[in-house]
């Protein structure tokens, strides 16, 4: 049983574009909802995460919006750059236990 | 601040053959967890460690694979007997608190 669905499988964008990827969860313990970058050969790296008490979280050109009612949450990558390209994971968790990962982004941004 | 270190890099193995991953993570960090993640897919969570403590084993396959946290700090995976299906990268993570998780570079483990 898949807790975290992630979508698209991949994402091709524009250098300056809006990325943007999706996730849905079942679970409603869950109460931390993190967002991952993975470059090839390295581990994920946190790159923002958001919890349940606020409807968006901004940091830079990375924004996560969370719609509690349905259960979804997304990340959205402003002004997109060549150095963006890699995996994004999002995942989410019950109080810092039960990590779970989505199946992943691989997003290309083309020059 | 050094990062989450794990060592061997890369491991080639026999199926059947056993396999140990050692990871150090992060200097003060009380949690630690052990993760799978297939080619193509998300980690996977197999076990989380409060300290010496094992917080979540519940997608360990028991049968093969355990993991134990000596003191408190550094820590290691086994898997006796492997199989085929066990090819993947090991990561290791730590968290100062629940939540905040930073990863190794991993162990990339083949099965032949």
């Known amino acids: 049983q898949q807790q975290v669905k992630q979508s698209p499988q991949s994402l091709i964008v524009q250098k300056g574009g809006i990325s943007i990827i999706n996730c849905a969860y079942e679970n409603t313990a869950f109460d931390y909802f993190p967002w991952y970058q993975q470059f090839p050969g390295k581990g994920p790296a946190l790159l923002i995460a958001i919890r349940p008490d606020v409807s968006e979280k901004k940091e830079g050109r990375f924004t996560i919006s969370f719609n509690k009612s349905a259960k979804q949450f997304s990340l959205h990558i402003m002004d997109s750059q060549p150095g963006d390209s890699a995996t994004y994971f999002c995942a989410a968790s019950n109080t810092g236990n039960q990590f779970y990962f989505g199946t992943g982004t691989s997003l290309t941004v083309i020059p | 601040e050094a990062g989450v270190a794990q060592s061997p890099r890369y491991k080639i193995i026999e199926k059947r053959q056993s396999v140990a991953f050692w990871c150090n993570p992060i200097s003060g960090h009380a949690t630690l967890y052990w993760y799978q993640q297939i080619l193509g897919q998300g980690p996977k969570l197999l076990i989380q460690f409060q300290n010496n403590g094992v917080v979540d084993d519940s997608q360990l396959p028991k049968d093969r694979f355990s993991a134990e946290r000596l003191k408190g700090v550094d820590s290691t995976l086994k898997i006796q007997p492997a199989k085929l299906e066990d090819s993947a990268v090991y990561l290791c993570?730590?968290?100062?608190?629940?939540?905040?998780?930073?990863f190794g570079p991993g162990t990339r483990l083949t099965v032949l």
């Open positions: 993570a730590s968290s100062l608190i629940t939540d905040t998780q930073y």
